[in-house]
């Protein structure tokens, strides 16, 4: 599996632009991904530390409530404060590090169990949109089939919320 590639394929297919641009790289016989990073990131650790943020063009709870459907979508168990990053110059969320992610679980990643997530119209649109024929198209070559079916489940999931 390809959790990178299928982290930035996904956050494509959704409209977010959180996750930077990944493209898959041969190495010799190794295969794996490439991201390209802005410069000038800061990540949340650092931000809260310092108290900035304040000036996003987007206010930052509002990104984060995207981070976590994305998280709950993705069903990313790795997600730290260390993984989620800034642009410095307009405090745009980037997320990175999706080697966790795309797990066969059904349910929530523990670190967002008890987190109330905002499955507005957007999100509505947006996932109805990701279609089983989709997914299927979308992630086969980067996911097996039972994390498919397990990121087709939770998108229902979060539908039926």
């Keep these: 599996t390809y959790p990178d590639l299928a982290a930035n394929r996904l956050d494509r297919l959704l409209e977010l632009d959180m996750v930077p641009v990944t493209v898959k790289r041969s190495l010799g016989r190794h295969e794996g991904s490439l991201q390209f990073l802005p410069p000038k990131l800061m990540n949340e650790q650092e931000r809260s530390e310092a108290g900035r943020g304040g000036s996003a063009n987007c206010p930052l709870p509002e990104q984060w409530s ?3 459907v994305f998280d709950v979508l993705i069903f990313n168990e790795g997600r730290t404060p260390e993984r989620i990053t800034y642009r410095t110059d307009d405090w745009q969320l980037i997320l990175v590090g999706h080697d966790r992610a795309f797990g066969k679980g059904n349910d929530r990643p523990r670190h967002l169990e008890g987190v ?3 499955v507005g119209e957007g999100w509505k649109t947006a996932l109805s ?5 989709v997914i299927e198209r979308e992630f086969e070559g980067l996911l097996d089939k039972r994390r498919r079916a397990a990121l087709a489940a939770r998108r229902d999931a979060l539908l039926a919320d």
């Design 66 to 68: 995207a981070l976590y």
């Design 116 to 118: 109330e997530l905002d």
């Design 129 to 133: 949109a990701l279609t089983d024929d």
